[in-house]
């Protein structure tokens, strides 16, 4: 009975290398939301996604991050040529339906910290 | 864009201390939801609201959706240690997918 699985938990970069963070969503959930928190922030929406499809990018940068929820595998945020300003906790979440009733199932988080 | 603002920021509180929080809008939201992050953990939903002037209970917990739709709060009554954490109010509305997160409001319990 597994939830939504993140992994790395903790990711540790240099500037200028990429990180990739994986998401499983919770098994029959098949969109996927990612979430950006800052350091004692609230969560920033980044992307919402269903598989083979990107829904909702409007809170992704539009420079070096993108993601992907392939039709088999995890869904991946890849973020390149890291930043310090890309540290942060990122949280995958997934929900059954198409229908969003905002009620959605988080995963642990995966934190990178960029040196 | 939209923004939800929580009150207080933080809340420093004894055991078995009434707790009282709220989250303001300036945008109309169809939904309203709280959700509660503990330390390193992601967050997990204690109460969803779905209509104007609704109030709803989970236990130790009550929640309501105003009736202008553009606030809600969250109550929590005889506060346990294990209270402790930020709770995060957040907001859907009708022409987006995305749900929009609050501030939040830290509680820290004490015995």
């Known amino acids: 009975n597994a939830g939504v699985m993140q992994n790395p938990r903790h990711l540790v970069r240099r500037r200028g290398q990429e990180a990739r963070l994986r998401c499983s969503p919770m098994k029959g959930h098949s969109h996927v939301y990612w979430y950006r928190q800052l350091p004692e922030e609230g969560l920033k929406f980044m992307v919402y996604l269903q598989k083979e499809n990107i829904i909702d990018e409007s809170g992704m940068p539009k420079e070096r991050f993108s993601a992907e929820f392939p039709k088999e595998g995890p869904s991946i945020l890849r973020i390149q040529q890291v930043v310090r300003g890309d540290s942060a906790a990122y949280f995958c979440?997934?929900?059954?339906?198409?229908?969003?009733?905002?009620?959605?199932?988080f995963g642990e988080g995966s934190r990178l910290t960029v040196l | 864009g939209q923004q939800l603002n929580q009150s207080p920021q933080s809340m420093f509180i004894q055991e078995g201390e009434d707790v009282s929080m709220n989250c303001t809008s300036s945008s109309i939201f169809n939904t309203w939801l709280w959700y509660k992050q503990d330390p390193g953990e992601g967050p997990v939903l204690l109460i969803a609201?779905?209509?104007?002037?609704e109030l709803t209970s989970n236990g130790r917990l009550t929640a309501q959706f105003g009736i202008t739709r553009k606030d809600s709060f969250l109550n929590i009554s005889a506060s346990i240690p294990s209270d402790v954490g930020i709770y995060f109010c957040?907001?859907?509305?009708?022409?987006?997918?995305?749900?929009?997160f609050g501030t939040g409001t830290r509680l820290q319990v004490f015995p």
């Open positions: 957040a907001g859907l509305s009708y022409n987006t997918d995305k749900l929009i």
């Open positions: 609201l779905y209509k104007a002037g």
């Open positions: 979440a997934s929900s059954p339906t198409r229908e969003n009733t905002g009620e959605l199932f």
